[in-house]
């Protein structure tokens, strides 16, 4: 179904949905930096392909982009966004050794793409509960680069199908220290074609 | 700011404007310019080519009608066809190729497409800067033809 006829009460419903699914994801994230992690209300947004990379911050900026299919009963992607300060505290907080500054080893890039995959599978294995449903992250992928040359593969696989992407963005932040808090971006981006699988949340009528 | 093309964008300019493309991953950016009029165009594409049974999508996502459109809309304002040049950048391959060979890859779809409908259109393509997988930016500055690349990394900066 086409993301422009979606009413608002079904906008409503992918909100409350990925709240719940990121509810379980900070939970887990907390559990890694231990520390507690703040979520802000979600927001969901229906623009034209060509304006997702400016919903993201920019398509200039710098961030470390962790991107995720979404396999099994619906499909999609799920995108995580860190600005590179973002990261580099991250990467504190969970290894030992950590220079000054963002340093994208082998050792770095592992410990992000984990924290991609923890962050998705509790996203996802909420809300299969929730639509009972079978859903399951593919491997995770990182680009440290310009936010809108990481969001390419995403909208690509994407305007195959539609000429506007559907965003769920939920803002997170760890970190007692508002100056040195860690923050990011998720993203989902269902699939127009199983769209409904999503909204099935409410019992919603849709087609 | 009308000289910032984003994706699935193209527009014209005229001399001495400068029409800019950011945060190219696996999209291509394509000018076409005619160097005597001072007219030309810069188009940000996605997908290689426009599936035949959906004719009424937006052709800008698409290299193939994107460069297509480009032409028409370069010769309505009043550039030659006969003199008209290109320079193509992007196409690079972001994430890692664990399941993708480098062959197929969008991005290198992209480029192999545009350099056959440049050929197809009988329009020189006189210059590239394609692959790799370092995020691009271009600047196409309308006065002189010449397309700046750069990449966020440090890797400087390229002129084509």
Do not use: W
């Amino acid at each position: 179904m086409p993301f422009r006829d979606l009413s608002n009460i079904q906008l409503d419903v992918l909100k409350e949905v990925s709240n719940i699914g990121m509810g379980h994801a900070t939970t887990a994230l907390s559990q890694m930096i231990g520390q507690t992690v703040h979520l802000r209300v979600p927001h969901v947004t229906i623009t034209e392909i060509s304006e997702v990379p400016e919903q993201l911050g920019g398509a200039e900026k710098l961030m470390v982009g962790i991107t995720l299919q979404i396999l099994g009963d619906a499909r999609g992607s799920i995108m995580l966004l860190f600005p590179k300060e973002s990261a580099h505290r991250l990467l504190c907080s969970l290894l030992v050794q950590q220079g000054k500054t963002l340093a994208m080893n082998e050792l770095a890039i592992s410990a992000l793409k984990e924290v991609g995959n923890i962050l998705a599978s509790a996203y996802l294995s909420a809300l299969g509960k929730l639509l009972n449903k079978t859903l399951i992250p593919s491997v995770p992928l990182l680009a440290y680069d310009m936010a809108g040359s990481l969001v390419d593969n995403v909208l690509i696989e994407l305007s195959q199908s539609s000429d506007f992407a559907l965003m769920v963005e939920t803002d997170f932040s760890g970190g007692s220290d508002q100056e040195h808090a860690i923050r990011g971006h998720f993203f989902l981006l269902p699939d127009p074609a199983t769209l409904d699988i999503f909204l099935s949340a409410a019992g919603e009528p849709h087609g | 700011m009308a000289d910032r093309i984003s994706i699935a964008q193209a527009r014209i300019g005229r001399t001495p404007a400068i029409l800019k493309a950011y945060g190219l991953g696996s999209c291509i950016a394509v000018s076409l310019y005619d160097p005597d009029a001072g007219i030309g165009a810069l188009g940000h594409m996605l997908l290689p080519c426009r599936p035949k049974q959906n004719p009424l999508s937006s052709e800008n996502k698409y290299v193939d009608a994107g460069i297509f459109q480009m032409v028409d809309e370069l010769v309505r304002a009043g550039a030659n066809r006969e003199r008209l040049v290109a320079k193509i950048t992007g196409g690079a391959n972001m994430f890692e190729t664990s399941y993708q060979t480098l062959i197929n890859s969008i991005g290198a779809r992209n480029a192999k497409s545009a350099r056959e409908t440049l050929a197809e259109l009988g329009i020189p393509l006189l210059a590239e800067e394609i692959g790799g997988n370092r995020g691009r930016s271009v600047e196409f500055d309308l006065s002189t033809g010449t397309m700046i690349v750069c990449s966020s990394h440090e890797y400087g900066q390229v002129s084509l």
